[in-house]
């Protein structure tokens, strides 16, 4: 079968080119292909009809196995009574960007990954902003919204207002939250 499937379209490309050539040259002793009607239906036919013949006769595709499913991951969770008491602990801030708009006032984007059981919510975004070696102050602002457990927050263009001088550089830190 595997010759066959693998013989046929190129079968059917020498048959859809001769078919062709007797539209221009037709041939009166074969009835087919005696007029240049009949042999461009003779064409027609062998090229659409070998086309569907191969792609009905090409065998399927085999789907890959499916991926086994990982047992997740068995983490020990925080105790909730530290939850409540530090929330903020309990945020981790990734791909944290700082940009000063036209005002001079500095924007934050990023995302808070929350890795405790608890939800918690409205956390309050420092960063302390630098040039150098020379601190340029430190500016704050609450993003809110509610992290589920085990969820993230994306905050995008956060006003964390105007810092104290010039910065090119910044750390950031959740120094304040609330758990429910």
């Given amino acids: 079968m595997r010759f066959v499937t693998s013989a046929l379209p190129i079968v059917w490309l020498l048959a859809s080119v001769a078919a062709f050539f007797f539209v221009f040259r037709p041939q009166a002793r074969w009835a087919v292909v005696a007029t240049s009607g009949r042999a461009l239906a003779v064409f027609l036919v062998v090229f659409l009809g070998g086309g569907a013949l191969i792609a009905v006769s090409r065998p399927k595709a085999e789907a890959p196995p499916p991926r086994p499913r990982l047992a997740p991951a068995v ?36 995302g808070a990954t929350n890795v405790s059981g608890l939800p918690i919510s409205d956390p309050r975004l420092s960063c302390r902003m630098t040039k150098g070696r020379a601190k340029a102050g430190t500016v704050s602002a609450v993003a809110p919204g509610t992290i589920p457990p085990g969820g993230k927050m994306i905050f995008a263009a956060i006003n964390l207002g105007q810092a104290s001088g010039a910065w090119d550089s910044w750390t950031c830190q959740v120094s304040e939250a609330r758990a429910s």
Avoid: C, S, W
């Avoid at 009574?81 to 006032?105: M, S």
């Fill in 75 to 110: 983490r020990a969770l925080p105790d909730p009574v530290q939850v409540r008491a530090h929330p903020e602990k309990f945020l981790i801030l990734d791909g944290v960007q700082a940009f000063r708009n036209k005002a001079g006032d500095v924007l934050l984007t990023g």
